[in-house]
């Protein structure tokens, strides 16, 4: 079964502090895409960053980037500089490349910015 | 960017009645769009796949004469909530791929919250 798993139901991080959020995967395929959503309070998903699977390097995206450990089945998100703003929901999600596309998440992980 | 909307965002409706929840790709074309339904605090449980012209693929547990999509055309899908019922009150969202953007990467509409009195 290919199933993520979110360990840290909740988080919670001073403003402008750096804060990682955990997410592992099983999968038996080799050819995958990896991502992090957000969803606000306003439960608009909103993609935070994307990785493909045989890409080596860590994918970032301004204060956010991955560390993306293919071999431990690891994708953690890192964010730096944290603003209130990033007071959301955050779902790890796989999908298997060359399939219908439909994503596989975990049970999210709620982050809290404090002031 | 690739722009999805739903409608309506919220519906009351009594129980037993039908409500039609559409999903619209507003700037490209979706071959392939996803229902999903999130309960409070919880992950986004995958409900359907969706294909332009052809009949929906529904995920083990969810009941194909309840739930009825259609996929008509390249930008629009529809999700029928049959005889409606409480236990059906949720957050419905839909999400579309752009076959022309990166691959597998899904866009999300802003979902519709059902509430069945």
């Known amino acids: 079964a290919q199933t993520v798993t979110q360990s840290q139901p909740e988080m919670s991080v001073q403003e402008a502090e750096t804060v990682t959020l955990s997410c592992t995967y099983d999968?038996?395929?080799?050819?995958?895409?990896l991502f992090w959503y957000k969803q606000p309070p306003s439960r608009q998903m909103i993609l935070v960053i994307r990785?493909?699977?045989?890409?080596?390097q860590n994918a970032t995206e301004n204060r956010f980037s991955v560390n993306f450990q293919k071999a431990a089945k690891s994708f953690s998100l890192k964010i730096s500089d944290s603003q209130l703003g990033d007071t959301a929901m955050y779902f790890c999600?796989?999908?298997?490349?060359?399939?219908?596309?439909?994503?596989?998440f975990g049970k999210g992980t709620k982050l809290s910015v404090k002031p | 960017g690739a722009v999805v909307s739903q409608h309506p965002s919220w519906v009351i409706c009594k129980s037993g009645t039908s409500v039609k929840i559409e999903c619209r790709s507003l700037?490209?074309?979706?071959?392939?769009m996803f229902w999903y339904r999130q309960f409070p605090k919880q992950s986004l449980m995958l409900m359907a796949t969706?294909?332009?012209?052809?009949?929906?693929?529904?995920e083990q547990g969810v009941e194909k004469d309840k739930f009825l999509i259609n996929h008509a055309s390249l930008t629009l899908s529809t999700l029928t909530v049959t005889s409606a019922h409480p236990e059906d009150s949720s957050f419905y969202i839909c999400?579309?791929?752009?076959?022309?953007?990166?691959?597998?990467?899904?866009?999300f509409g802003p979902g519709t919250r059902l509430t069945v009195l």
């Open positions: 999400s579309a791929v752009n076959p022309s953007g990166r691959r597998n990467e899904q866009f």
């Open positions: 999968t038996s395929e080799s050819n995958y895409y």
């Open positions: 990785q493909e699977a045989y890409k080596q």
């Open positions: 999600a796989f999908v298997v490349g060359g399939s219908q596309g439909n994503l596989i």
């Open positions: 700037d490209f074309q979706a071959t392939t």
């Open positions: 969706s294909n332009e012209g052809s009949k929906a693929t529904y």
